[in-house]
C-alpha cells in the first residue's frame, strides 16, 4: 500500500474515469459465469468469482464511504464478516477456506450492493485528498482482476468435462493478442546491447541477451505517482555484471526438460523442490496433459513457441539449473526493466481469455520467477491504519516475481512492481526469464 504521502499520478477527474472503467471490467468478467461458476471454491489459495466482486466492494464502502462519508450506513452490516480478508484491525472474518460455502448473498444481490456503493462514491470522487485512496483502492480491485481469472480457471480445471468460461470462438488471435496500445519499448542504452546466442540445449531456438555492465543501481520506486509501500523506498544496490534473456522460456523448451527427465534428476533441484516433486508427484507444469493444455476457453492444443506458465518457483529453479543458466534477482530484473515501457506487451485489456503468445517486451505474457526472497527494503515502513496490513505482513517464507501476465490490466505494473507468491504456488500466469553470469 503507498505512504500517505505518497503523489497521485492523476486528478481527480482522471481517477473518476479510471474507477468506473475499473468496476465495470469487474462485472463484464464474472458475465460469463453461471451463479454456481461464481460460487465454487477449488482451494484455500483460490476465492469464489463472486467473493472477489464482493470484497473489492467492501474495499471501497469500508476505507471510503464508512470512513469518509458523514451520515454513511452500510448495506448490509452482517456482509464485512464475510467480505474482509485478512484486516486484523477491521475485525473477525469467514475463514478463507469456507467461503466457497457462500450461496448467499447471490451475484445478483452482489451487483446491486456494487452500484449502490458506486452511487455513493460519487461526491468522493471528486475530492483532491481523496485521490491516494481511491487509486488504491482502484489497484487493489485490478489485482483481484487477476485472481478472479486465475481463480475460475483453476476452478474450473476440475470439472473433468473441461469446461470453457469464454468459447473458443470469442478467443483471439495471436497477432491481437499481442497488444501494445501503440506504444513501443524505450531505447536501449549501448550497456543493454542484445547479443544473439543459441542456447545449449536446442541450437535451433536462438536467445539474445540483454547484457549489463553492473556497478550501483537504484532499486524501487522513486515517489512520483502511485506505488505499493513494498516498493520502497528507493535505495542502492551493487549488482556484478550479468545478462538476461531477451524472451521467456517456451512450451517446447519445457518439454525438452521433461523429456531428458529433468523431473526426475534431483541434481537440478533445491531439496525443498525436491521434496514438493517427490511429495506431490509433480511431472509437468499445471494444466499439461499430454500436448494439451487446459485455457480459460477449455481444453486446446499447446501452442509450442508461446511462452511456459503456471509453473512454481521450485520448476523454474530446476529448468535454470538443467539449462546452465540462473533466474535473475529481483534488483537485477528492475535494472534491465527501467529501460521499456511496462504498458506495452500481452497484458489484459478488456473482458476476454487470457492467452501467453510470446514475444519480445519484458512486461506481459506471464510473471517471471526471480531469486530474491520477498523481503522489506532498507528503511521500509508499512503504511499506517488497516491498509498497512496489505504487504508488510507477508514479507516471510515468499518469492518475488516481476513483469506482468496476460491476465494483468494493463497500466497496473510498472519496473519497480513487486509480486510474491510462496515458491510452492502455481495457479498464477507464472513463468520464467533466464539470466547469467558473466565474467
Known amino acids: 500500500m503507498p505512504q500517505a504521502a505518497a503523489i497521485p499520478q492523476t486528478t481527480a477527474g482522471d481517477l473518476a474515469r479510471r474507477y468506473r472503467q475499473t468496476r465495470a471490467l ?16 477449488s482451494m484455500e489459495d483460490a476465492s469464489p468469482a463472486k467473493w472477489h466482486i464482493g470484497h473489492t466492494t467492501w474495499f471501497f464502502e469500508t476505507f471510503l464511504l ?12 452482517r456482509w464485512p464478516f464475510v467480505f474482509n480478508s485478512y484486516y486484523e484491525a ?7 477456506f469456507a467461503r466457497g460455502m457462500l450461496s448467499r448473498p447471490t451475484v445478483a444481490q452482489i451487483v446491486e450492493w456494487r452500484e449502490a456503493v458506486d452511487a455513493a462514491m460519487e461526491p468522493l470522487l471528486a475530492r483532491e485528498d481523496l485521490v491516494p485512496l481511491i487509486e488504491l483502492g482502484i489497484a487493489h480491485e485490478q489485482q483481484h482482476q ?12 476440475q470439472n473433468p468435462l473441461g469446461p470453457e ?16 496500445s501503440g506504444k513501443k519499448s524505450a531505447s536501449i542504452p549501448a550497456h543493454l546491447e542484445e547479443a544473439a546466442k543459441p542456447q545449449a540445449e536446442n541450437p535451433s531456438r536462438r536467445t539474445g541477451w540483454h547484457t549489463h555492465p553492473g556497478g550501483i543501481a537504484l532499486i524501487g520506486h522513486d515517489g512520483s505517482g502511485f506505488a505499493y509501500d513494498n516498493e520502497g523506498p528507493q535505495h542502492r544496490v551493487l549488482l556484478e555484471p550479468f545478462a538476461l534473456a531477451d524472451r521467456l522460456v517456451t512450451n517446447a523448451e519445457w518439454q525438452d526438460f521433461i523429456d531428458d527427465g529433468g523431473y526426475a534428476d534431483p541434481r537440478h533441484w533445491l531439496s ?48 535454470a539449473s538443467w539449462s546452465g543458466n540462473r533466474l535473475p534477482t529481483e534488483f537485477e530484473w528492475e535494472a534491465v526493466a527501467h529501460n521499456f515501457d511496462p504498458s506495452c506487451g500481452n497484458q489484459l485489456d478488456e473482458a476476454s481469455p487470457p492467452m501467453p503468445v510470446g514475444g519480445g517486451e519484458l512486461f506481459g505474457d506471464c510473471w517471471q520467477f526471480t531469486r530474491s526472497a520477498y523481503l522489506p527494503y532498507p528503511r521500509f515502513k508499512p503504511a499506517g491504519g488497516a491498509v498497512g496490513e496489505y504487504n508488510g505482513k507477508f ?45
Open 395 to 439: 514479507m516471510s517464507g515468499q518469492v518475488v516475481l516481476r513483469g506482468a501476465s496476460c491476465a494483468t490490466v494493463r497500466g497496473h505494473s510498472r519496473a519497480s512492481y513487486r509480486n510474491f507468491f510462496y515458491p510452492h504456488q502455481r495457479w498464477q500466469f507464472t513463468g520464467l526469464r533466464l539470466a547469467r553470469d558473466i565474467a
Open 146 to 157: 487477476e485472481l478472479l481469472l486465475t481463480d475460475v480457471k483453476h476452478a474450473l480445471f
Open 66 to 77: 464508512r470512513d469518509h462519508l458523514p451520515g454513511y450506513r452500510l448495506h448490509d452490516d
Open 90 to 96: 477491521e475485525g473477525e472474518r469467514i475463514p478463507r
Open 26 to 41: 469487474s462485472l463484464a468478467l464474472v458475465a460469463p459465469l453461471s451463479e454456481a461458476d461464481a460460487t465454487i471454491q
Open 272 to 319: 525443498d523442490g525436491w521434496a514438493w516433486v517427490q511429495a506431490e508427484g509433480v511431472l509437468a507444469p499445471l494444466y499439461w496433459h499430454e500436448g494439451d493444455q487446459f485455457t480459460h476457453c477449455g481444453w486446446q492444443a499447446r501452442d509450442p513457441d508461446a511462452p511456459v506458465t503456471h509453473i512454481s518457483a521450485y520448476e523454474a529453479e530446476a529448468y
Open 165 to 180: 468460461m469464454w468459447p473458443l470462438g470469442d478467443a483471439r488471435t495471436a497477432s491481437s493478442l499481442l497488444r501494445v
